[in-house]
């Protein structure tokens, strides 16, 4: 009880934090804007020429990109999270302030980053998606039942992501110096997880492969789950698996990597 | 005597391995002894200063006192706690404050940093409340507390790691550097802060510091650690002893004198114009000397200086049968370790 108190604490503050950088929000609407528009240019003319491509029509390609904008810096799809902070405090040896408080590593900076993500689904989520639905043919659903799936789905994608990138950060214990893997995880993010080309427009069998990684329940599970190509339930259950196996297997790491800062020293 | 002391250290070492680029691919091991076998007590409301040389294994010290390190042997307990095994559960009973580092949530307003601190350690809201009133004026930061912490100024944000560290009322207070970077006023403000503490609340604190002066004016015990060993142990007047120091007698004469003749008790160090400085052992008394050129020289005004600390200390570690080896070779003995 007293844990989950704190922990909302630090979720409300993330998100309070990151409602001051005001210029760098409207500088990200801009920018996932824009993004866009060139993609959607892209796909245009590509589902032009190769109709149904992936089993998508020309509006559901063009909903799938701007869900892509809207979600892309919420789940972090290229990082640019808390990940960042946490390397960069490892490096400096700041995170020996984090390991003599009495809270829990992996459930601080999964508050910090939930706190991060709904205000950037909120801040710079929406406009860019919300221009998008104006301005081009999208396969948008009335059907509340299946927004309120979309949401679920968003969240999974949420435990998803942060499992990957606390991996990621952790790495900073044995490296020192993160860049490398910051690197790593702007590139996996960007083909893995679908945001160049929806995963089933890719060729058999590297697109099977793809679809079983665990990029892709971050953006083409929710944007399959919003446009009822896939059953919520399975797309539900493939994100979940994931989430708890990413989790887990952070918290083993997260216990090696403590025990070597306090055994070893910074 | 077991019970008073809140703070059991013995025979503590910490060794690192360090690892180290000799060629291409060949590696050196080489182990590191950054504290070697020390021991100490402190009792509950004691104030120690806890000095010693860049890498003379200060900061390891305190990071076996948090549990953030572990020892690699030797027995420790603080509040009858094992730091390394009971990390959480010592958490609530202590404060750190480390210089360089801040634990305040930098884009934020200090006050969302204590609400923070709030819930992290369960404070009752009642008792909070009254920390934060008391604290806040105490250290005169209510007119900062909607400000947000990057825009506060070194020596306001270390009074608000002050307060941080001091909201869930531990029991001891480990400082690593508290006045490191401040200025003149903020240090005196927060030396001033620290003695109320620890005469009214009977907060244990243990200090690390370079500026002998936080030593000076807070602490009546000090302990001095060199190559990861404990050299002295003691109240701050033996320290002048163990170094040999001596203290200036500036007098002020009528006129220009040769150098005063004062046999063994003094040596003249330097002469300038009627004012002569004469160096004696800080153990003896000035009297007698004072007496003894009043006799004999027409003399106008004198002072009496006290030895410089940080020179005391230097004499004490780097004299030939000191146990310091010398500077140099000091600075590559604890790569990461001790400042990180």
């Not at chain 1, 992996?106 to 909120?122: H, I, K, N, T, Y």
């Not at chain 1, 999974?156 to 990621?168: D, E, K, N, W």
């Not at chain 2, 009971?86 to 200090?110: K, S, Y």
């Not at chain 2, 825009?151 to 869930?168: C, F, N, P, T, Y």
Request: aromatic share 8%.
């Amino acid at each position: 009880m007293g844990s989950a108190r704190l922990y909302a604490v630090v979720a409300v503050g993330s998100f309070r934090r990151y409602a001051t950088y005001r210029v760098a929000t409207a500088a990200g609407v801009f920018t996932n804007t824009v993004f866009g528009l060139i993609l959607v240019y892209t796909y245009l003319a590509l589902w032009d020429e190769r109709p149904h491509l992936g089993g998508y029509d020309q509006s559901q390609a063009v909903t799938y990109v701007w869900l892509g904008q809207a979600l892309f810096a919420t789940l972090a799809i290229q990082g640019g999270g808390f990940e960042t902070d946490l390397i960069e405090r490892i490096r400096s040896g700041d995170v020996a302030v984090d390991l003599y408080r009495p809270a829990d590593l992996q459930a601080w900076w999964l508050a910090v980053d939930v706190g991060r993500a709904v205000f950037q689904l909120v801040g710079r989520g929406v406009i860019p998606f919300v221009f998008g639905a104006l301005f081009f043919p999208t396969a948008l659903p009335r059907d509340p039942a299946l927004w309120s799936a979309f949401l679920v789905a968003v969240a999974l994608a949420m435990a998803v992501s942060y499992g990957i990138r606390f991996l990621v950060a952790l790495t900073g214990f044995w490296t020192l110096d993160g860049t490398g893997a910051l690197q790593a995880l702007v590139v996996t993010g960007m083909f893995c997880s679908g945001m160049a080309l929806p995963l089933n427009a890719f060729p058999q069998p590297l697109g099977e492969i793809m679809a079983a990684l665990p990029w892709a329940a971050l953006l083409q599970m929710p944007a399959d789950v919003l446009m009822g190509v896939v059953d919520p339930w399975s797309a539900f259950a493939f994100q979940a698996v994931w989430a708890v196996v990413l989790l887990v297997l952070g918290r083993a790491v997260q216990r090696a990597a403590t025990r070597r800062v306090v055994v070893q020293g910074g | 005597m077991s019970e008073s002391a809140l703070i059991e250290v013995d025979r503590v070492e910490k060794v690192f391995d360090v690892r180290r680029r000799t060629g291409f691919l060949r590696r050196e091991l080489r182990r590191v002894r950054a504290v070697d076998e020390i021991s100490f007590r402190v009792a509950r409301g004691e104030m120690v200063g806890y000095i010693g040389p860049n890498g003379a294994g200060k900061s390891t010290t305190i990071k076996m006192l948090t549990g953030i390190l572990t020892p690699s042997g030797g027995r420790l307990r603080v509040a009858g706690f094992d730091p390394a095994r009971e990390r959480t559960r010592l958490a609530h009973r202590i404060g750190v404050v480390f210089g360089q580092r801040t634990t305040l949530w930098w884009d934020l307003p200090l006050i969302d940093s204590y609400r923070l601190m709030h819930r992290m350690y369960r404070i009752p809201d009642g008792r909070y409340r009254e920390n934060l009133d008391r604290l806040v004026e105490l250290l005169d930061l209510s007119a900062l507390l909607e400000v947000p912490v990057r825009q506060l100024s070194l020596g306001q944000r270390m009074r608000g790691d002050i307060v941080a560290a001091l909201l869930h009322d531990p029991e001891v207070l480990y400082l690593d550097e508290p006045t490191i970077g401040l200025d003149v006023v903020s240090k005196a403000r927060v030396r001033e802060f620290l003695r109320e503490l620890n005469a009214e609340r009977g907060t244990t604190v243990l200090l690390t510091t370079h500026d002998l002066q936080d030593i000076e004016q807070l602490c009546s015990r000090v302990m001095v650690i060199d190559h990861g060993r404990l050299v002295y142990d003691g109240a701050l007047a033996g320290l002048h002893e163990a170094g040999e120091s001596e203290r200036t007698l500036v007098v002020d004469l009528e006129r220009e004198f040769p150098p005063i003749e004062a046999g063994e008790a003094a040596r003249v160090v330097k002469v300038e114009g009627p004012r002569q400085w004469l160096a004696f052992p800080a153990s003896a008394s000035a009297a007698p000397l004072v007496a003894h050129i009043a006799e004999r020289y027409p003399l106008v005004d004198l002072s009496v200086r006290e030895p410089d600390i940080e020179a005391v200390i230097a004499k004490m570690l780097y004299a030939p049968g000191g146990s310091g080896e010398g500077l140099p070779e000091r600075q590559a003995v604890v790569p990461g370790a001790g400042n990180s």
